[in-house]
């Protein structure tokens, strides 16, 4: 099976600090992605990944930057963060017309 | 543009009764259509998937989802709930042209015992 690995779970860090999240696939996917879920708001995506070093932005970019040095690990990345971006945080990475995407098992980050 | 619609936010069933959560999409081309399921805290799985072929597909946990063109539906159905498949569901959809998966709003399900 896919599998895709965040590398916390539960994060709490203080305002203006840099913030690093990371996520690890092992099945050799091109594509990597990187959401945010709100309540009522669903999933948006932030960023997203076609290849190393290759990075596109999604529909909420704003505050975060991302890095692809290999193909397996994509990061996201929060220069300063804010209480605004206390969220839950998936990775994915697939392709629409193999599988879909597999989810890793989410960060919740806390911005206090 | 893709976009998908999930009507329901919330729905309450009671255990043993049957679901039926509703999903309407707009894509210009054959879609391709999935169904994941979030239980709390964790990320998303996938339930099942639609690309071509016959327009009922069945998917793990016993979840089933029929692919209606006309109505541009992909309604996921369930012929008796268990208290465990109380969670968020969402509908995506995606083409063979792209790569991008766009997802609906998500609808959480809660089960009555």
């Known amino acids: 099976d896919v599998k895709v690995t965040q590398s916390s779970r539960y994060l709490v860090k203080r305002t203006g600090e840099k913030v690093f999240l990371e996520c690890v696939q092992d099945?050799?996917?091109?594509?990597m992605f990187w959401y945010r879920q709100d309540p009522g708001l669903g999933l948006r995506l932030i960023y997203f990944?076609?290849?190393?070093?290759?990075?596109e932005k999604g529909d909420i970019p704003e505050g975060y930057s991302v890095s692809r040095e290999k193909k397996e690990r994509f990061s996201l990345i929060l220069e300063s963060a804010s209480t605004n971006q206390t969220s839950m945080y998936l990775c994915?990475?697939?392709?629409?017309?193999?599988?879909?995407?597999?989810f890793g098992s989410g960060t919740r980050l806390t911005v206090v | 543009a893709q976009s998908v619609t999930q009507p329901d936010i919330h729905i309450t069933v009671s255990e043993g009764a049957s679901l039926e959560l509703r999903c309407n999409y707009s894509?210009?081309?054959?879609?391709?259509l999935f169904w994941y399921v979030q239980s709390p805290g964790q990320g998303l799985q996938l339930l099942l998937k639609?690309?071509?072929?016959?327009?009922l597909v069945q998917g793990i946990k016993g979840f089933e989802a029929e692919f209606k063109r006309s109505q541009s539906s992909f309604n996921l159905r369930k012929p008796s709930v268990h208290w465990s498949d109380a969670a968020e569901y969402f509908c995506?959809?995606?083409?063979?042209?792209?790569?991008?998966?766009?997802f609906g709003g998500g609808t959480r399900l809660m089960v009555k015992p």
């Open positions: 994915a990475s697939g392709t629409v017309a193999n599988y879909g995407y597999t």
């Open positions: 099945m050799d996917h091109e594509n």
């Open positions: 990944s076609y290849d190393v070093k290759m990075k």
């Open positions: 894509y210009g081309a054959t879609p391709y």
């Open positions: 639609y690309f071509s072929g016959d327009t």
């Open positions: 995506a959809v995606g083409g063979k042209a792209g790569n991008m998966l766009t």
